[in-house]
């Protein structure tokens, strides 16, 4: 079985020190990073775009994640691959052609992602299995990063893990992931969990990687 990922958010970075953020949690062990892309219409925050995935690029090998919270995400799908994006996620709230976005997505090299918000059904990528890389059950409503999990998605990871089977899509969840409920959620059969503030809201994010890393390695064994 492979390791679970361990993807930190840098929405709770230190956007003054960005470069040193992401050198501690990837030297601790974090292969990707998950870099949250707001537009202040599809969640009620505005963060950073292609321009700050670029200047990322320059800084690390890892995985670059990008989950894109923005309407009509066709549109910057371009600008995303050549920022240096390695997986580009979207909504499927956010598409409305959601077979076509994540062809596009494939047809540009990129793993092809798709999010569901918490109150979105299963059944919105039920057809589109054989189009994606990643499901990412979204475990609070995105926007924020600080927030409770929502403790019914459990019930939902559930179902998406039946419902993936033997597709090779991997199972991601974010929001209000912590040292204490990672243990659970491996045990669910999740297989990349992306944490923000309880990573980078510590003294030292690092440390945090390796003791998470750690919690989902003693649930594997
Ligand atoms: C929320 C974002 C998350 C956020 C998670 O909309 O998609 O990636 O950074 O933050 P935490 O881990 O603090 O809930
Ligand atoms: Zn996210």
Redesign the pocket.
């Known amino acids: 079985m492979p390791d679970v990922i361990i993807a930190p958010?840098i929405?709770s970075a230190d956007f003054a020190h960005l470069g040193r953020d992401i050198d501690a949690v990837v030297s601790a062990g974090a292969r990707w990073i998950?870099v949250?892309v707001m537009d202040g219409v599809f969640v009620p925050n505005i963060t950073i775009g292609p321009v700050v995935v670029k200047s990322i690029r320059r800084t690390t090998r890892a995985f670059l994640d990008c989950?894109l919270?923005i309407t009509e995400p066709d549109r910057y799908i371009d600008d995303f691959r050549s920022a240096g994006a390695d997986g580009i996620t979207v909504h499927a709230e956010a598409t409305r052609h959601l077979q076509r976005t994540l062809a596009t997505i494939r047809g540009m090299g990129l793993k092809a992602g798709v999010s569901l918000n918490p109150s979105t059904p299963l059944d919105a990528v039920r057809y589109c299995l054989a189009d994606l890389d990643l499901l990412l059950i979204m475990t609070v409503n995105?926007g924020f990063g600080g927030q409770s999990f929502i403790s019914s998605m459990l019930q939902k990871i559930s179902d998406a893990k039946a419902m993936i089977g033997g597709h090779p899509i991997q199972l991601q969840v974010?929001g209000g992931v912590t040292k204490e409920n990672l243990a659970m959620l491996a045990q669910a059969g999740v297989e990349n969990m992306?944490a923000g503030s309880s990573i980078f809201s510590t003294p030292d994010p690092g440390k945090t990687v390796k003791e998470m890393i750690d919690i989902v390695r003693s649930v594997q064994r």
């Open positions: 958010s929405l998950h949250d989950h919270m995105p974010d992306v």
